[in-house]
């Protein structure tokens, strides 16, 4: 049938301006504002996802991830995806039904785990901390012995609470009870001590748009010897596609490379900019810096008399709930900082809801001039 049986509906056409996004300083849970060198990295040429020069971008990203995380995993890869669908994956390749799956949940993002374990045919188990509290070792070894799982899974840094969870000896619990440590680093890598191999972590997920200083988009995954052990000898078949770690291997480390989806090329040589950032400046170093402008904002906050949700020996280097003083509206103040000063910073999730502020100091933005914007204009809404 030719188009011009067709009369065009031109009624239906929009004239758009040019897009005019606001400079807005994000300083909520993420995302945080891109290094200028990672949005000019985004500039760069399309090439196609098999592309022998992208092939090489993709190793580069693997290879700097795997100095990020501290780790030699040889299947340690970027997700086309948000955090989430790096979460996904882990559970989707590691859990099969009936594997009993612990869920150390103190927060939102623990919760979710618990909600994908269980889509994968898990038989979820729950250790239950209060939001804004950490758990003790021992609580975490009494919910091995009781609960004998196959996986063990915590956030290192609950997004949710601002809530830093030690690992310490949680490696050595896991070996002698024969099961996996499973361990979300979304908003740790990068920006808080962090060492996968050292700490025993089997399986390890974060984003790109946290500590890294890049667009969200693409979510690293690492899987250890232990982990690749497991889903190489699973019963059932890996009930997802996309996640599939057989068939992204294939694409990562294949000889010839094999296609499976076409990659966000642009998203990966802003990741990569974001990782030869870390590299450049150092883990060490920048560990310190976020822990430096972590306790410069937390005395600034107190200078305005605000306190921040968690005890100083849990607090986040890279993100800090804010308690929420009586009589305010939470919601008010984060639109009034938005309007007046083009500064973002999030509300509390679930349980804390309408109680706290959460604050990012991640990458790029942990700097002592973007605390000083921040809590002077904190200070001005909240006098008014």
């Known amino acids: 049938m030719s188009i011009d049986t067709f009369a065009i509906n031109d009624n239906h056409r929009l ?30 040429p399309t090439v196609g996802h098999l592309d022998p020069t992208f092939i090489r971008v993709m190793d580069e990203v693997g290879e700097l991830l795997r100095y990020a995380w501290q780790t030699d995993n040889a299947y340690t890869i970027a997700i086309s995806g948000t955090g989430s669908a790096a979460m996904e994956a882990a559970f989707a390749n590691v859990v099969e039904p009936g594997d009993r799956v612990l869920v150390a949940v103190n927060g939102y993002f623990g919760r979710r785990m618990v909600d994908m374990a269980g889509r994968y045919g898990g038989d979820v188990r729950c250790l239950e901390a209060e939001w804004g509290r950490a758990f003790r070792f021992e609580d975490i070894e009494q919910g091995l012995e009781t609960h004998r799982p196959q996986v063990l899974a915590l956030v290192q840094a609950e997004t949710s609470t601002g809530v830093g969870q030690p690992l310490d000896g949680l490696a050595e619990l896991c070996r002698a009870h024969d099961c996996l440590l499973l361990v979300d680093t979304v908003t740790s890598l990068g920006g808080a001590p962090l060492f996968v191999d050292a700490w025993g ?20 995954l690492t899987f250890g010897p232990r982990a690749l052990d497991k889903i190489a000898g699973r019963r059932v078949p890996i009930a997802n596609w996309y996640m599939n770690a057989d068939l992204l291997g294939k694409y990562w480390a294949g000889s010839p490379r094999a296609y499976h989806h076409t990659a966000p090329m642009h998203l990966f040589y802003a990741l990569r900019e974001g990782l030869r950032l870390v590299a450049e400046e150092g883990l060490a170093e920048r560990w310190a810096r976020h822990q430096t402008i972590a306790e410069t904002l937390w005395a600034g906050l107190e200078e305005i008399g605000l306190s921040p949700y968690v005890a100083r020996e849990f607090r986040l280097p890279s993100l800090t709930t804010v308690r929420v003083p009586d009589g305010v509206d939470a919601a008010a103040v984060s639109r009034r900082l938005l309007a007046e000063y083009n500064i973002e910073i999030a509300g509390g999730l679930g349980e804390l809801a309408g109680k706290v502020w959460r604050v990012g100091h991640m990458g790029y933005n942990a700097r002592r001039e973007t605390v000083a914007v921040l809590l002077r204009a904190l200070g001005k809404v909240l006098e008014r």
Not at 15 to 37: C, F, Y
Request: proline letters at 14%; charged letters at 10%; hydrophobic letters at 40%.
């Open 15 to 44: 004239n758009l301006p040019t897009l005019d996004m606001p400079p807005r300083i994000l300083l909520g849970a993420g995302p945080s504002n891109s290094h200028p060198r990672v949005l000019a990295a985004l500039i760069a």
């Open 201 to 220: 972590i089997d399986i390890a997920y974060s984003g790109s748009q946290k500590c890294l200083s890049a667009p969200s988009g693409l979510s690293p």
